[in-house]
């Protein structure tokens, strides 16, 4: 168990003067991997909203080594890295040991890039996905993703006269990464944060790779309040839309558990991507939303028993 | 920062040093600013966790003011601050610069 | 000591990246190269070679991990061909801009539709302005010899750079070639040194940045430079080679230029089938010659305006078209290397052998036939391109 006193004696690794969003949940997530991590990383980055507000030309808030090349190969690209490490350390090269991170928004993890990573996991490299998930593409002005739950509003998926915002339900990432039998998986949230640093541990102390997925609330995309962000990602985790658990060599395990289950749509009162939700009419919906995260945390209680 | 020409670039549009953002300053986004009461505060050090702008200083375990050229006035800290404790309030700026 | 062999192309590129050992191995099969990264990856399983190789998921993330891997400061190669250069297309700009100096073994094929699994240049030519340097072969002797000359242009010069071969008649067809010894190769690629690698953990260096308006232009203008300065280096590293092998390599190669008043330009296995057709049409005491293109990124315009100044009439032969009303794109790099000149010859421009349609000699031949005609003030046609050895 990690204590913040300890960890705030290390080196920041992500500076200030990027430009996230004033209450942007990217840097607290990233700097909570950072600070968890216990050995020298290397990250790599999809395009998207972390990649540009930290790496804007000459200004870097990354203190450790950073590879961008595209949107949907994160996992691709740092396959490579990782790779050219094991064969410069075969040659003798190289004596250091670095583990690898690649990072994704959930475009380029669960659209764009779900055949990177796919490939990338399954040829088991030494690395950690990490899916930062806002639940839209953010970057481009709040577009519908796969990640996006159901009846969110977004600019392609827009709540209007006939069509309350997204139909679908989002695709459970998680789970097709479990289907790849990796050795470790976890979803987390920054709120809480011991969680996340601690599975971040895990992960790295795995041989081979490990997927992590972190919902990172947008108070741009979900519309709150930027003070709220910590609080409402807390309350992503107690109404069981974001349940923290981990799946480590096929065992399941919830991380934290729900002593008291908040209603979804208390959750989704706080964020302006559901407001419409809230129209008279559209009660159903609500219920339906309720219905599946009823059925899925019972599911998931089921696979933990197992 | 000088801004140079194509001539004295590194290649590949590499930075070649970590953390230069830190020369960029984001406080002036700011409208509303952390004021600690350090009386108050019990350097539980969860504000400096749910910082995204790495702008709470910490030394020696304590909590040590704010990184004003870097703070964005998100109000996490004030926020997050335990209830039982609310050392940190979010005050305007133009009430502090007038 | 050199070896004398029988080897298709495919066989000597992969015989060529086993001398070349390098550190990683990024690829996803695809015909006509399929078999490179076959017989390399038996090189890899039988222990000839410590190579990493990544059996990536789909070319996009080969060129992917090429470029993790290289930017990690790796001797990094890869190979491919038609759909599968065109999944890497994203990549292969990001490649150049970053300045990576991966090497490509590339199979030149048809693109679709409709799908085709022969050669024409419609693939490579398709990347020309990717910022890639780009050598063709005549045949599987230069694609090896190409292949070791490429490791030391792309670590001088820092870009990355694709080495063709024509798909079918030059990577399946068995020719005799010379080797050099593993020794000979190790010695003239040497160590690669990386100026900088992410690697590097206790220097961080960030790669990937943002460039907005104040300072994408200048990063490219540096990506300009080095593709407009790597001419002098590649002609050097010939000449090494030469020293080494016994075989001379330069930009360009004419053949019976000095005096020939009319022309062929080509690239590929097609010289070859028209340096027999010069021959002929000397021994008839016609006055006609072939330039080679080896080199076509970075162009070497001067060189060309150079050595066809004083040709009549040239045909410019291109194995693809650029579909855009112009003919091929040879053509209007060849045209524009001569508009400086005060008198230019006249060009015509041939598209022929799309889809790996035979190129035979009766056609060149035809093509030599309409040259002299339009020498002897015959009228031109009035349309962008010939097109050799379709059917009407």
Known sequence: ?306 | MKTLGWKGLPIGGLILEGGTAQQYITGGWRTMRPVIDTEKCINCLTCWCYCPDSSIRVENEKITGFDLDHCKGCGICAKECPPKVQAIRMVAESEIRG | MAKRVAMTGNEAMAEAMRQINPDVVAAYPITPATEIVQIFSSFVADGLIDTEFVNAESEHSAMSACIGSAAAGARTMTSTSSQGLGLMWEMLYIASGLRLPIVMAEVNRALSAPINIHCDHSDTMGARDAGWIQIFSENAQEAYDNMIQAVRIAERVLLPIMVTTDGFIISHGMETMELLSDDEVKGFIGEYKPQHSILDVEHPITVGAIDFTDYYFEHKRQQIEAMNTAIPHIVEIGKEFAQLSGRGYDLIEGYMLEDAKIAIVALGSTVGTARVVVDELRNKGIKAGLLKIRVFRPFPAKEIADVLQHVKTIAVMDRSDGVNGRGGPVFGEILAALYFLIERPIVVNYIYGLGGRDTDMKQIQDVYKYLKIVAAGGLLNDRPAEYLGVRE
């Not at chain 1, 050219?84 to 690649?102: C, E, S, V």
Request: glycine share 8%.
């Open chain 1, 1 to 306: 168990m990690a204590k913040l006193k300890d960890l705030s004696k290390k080196q920041e690794l992500l500076s200030g003067g990027h430009r996230a969003c004033a209450g942007c949940a990217h840097p607290i997530a990233i700097r909570q991997i950072l600070m968890a991590a216990n050995m020298p990383v290397v990250i790599g980055c999809a395009t998207g909203c972390l990649e540009v507000t930290t790496t804007i030309f000459p200004y870097t808030a990354w203190k450790v080594p950073f590879i961008h090349s595209a949107f949907e190969n994160s996992a691709a690209t740092v396959s490579g890295v990782e790779t050219a490490y094991r064969a410069l350390k075969k040659r003798g090269k190289l004596d250091k040991d670095i583990k690898f991170i690649a990072l994704g928004g959930d475009g380029g993890t669960y659209d764009i890039g779900f055949q990177s990573l796919s490939g990338a996991m399954e040829r088991g490299h030494n690395m950690i996905y990490i899916c930062l998930d806002n639940g839209a593409y953010m970057n481009t002005g709040i577009q519908r993703s796969s990640a996006t739950p159901k009846g969110a509003h977004t600019t392609t998926s827009p709540a209007g006269k006939v069509i309350p915002g997204k139909r679908e339900f989002r695709k459970d990432m998680t789970s097709c990464m479990i289907a790849h039998n990796i050795p470790y998986i976890a979803q987390a949230v920054p709120s809480m944060w011991n969680d996340l640093v601690t599975k971040v541990q895990k992960a790295i102390a795995v041989d081979g790779p490990a997927f992590i997925n972190i919902l990172v609330p947008c108070r741009l995309g979900w519309g709150y309040p930027p003070e709220d962000t910590i609080e409402i990602g807390r309350e992503a985790i107690t109404s069981c839309y974001w349940p923290l658990y981990e799946v480590e060599n096929g065992k399941y395990k919830i991380t934290h558990a729900i002593k008291e289950k908040t209603s979804i749509a208390d959750w989704m009162k706080k964020q302006v991507r559901f407001k419409h939700l809230f129209n008279p009419g559209n009660e159903s919906i609500l219920e339906e939303i309720q219905a599946r995260i009823d059925q899925d945390w019972e599911r998931l209680n089921e696979l933990c028993k197992m």
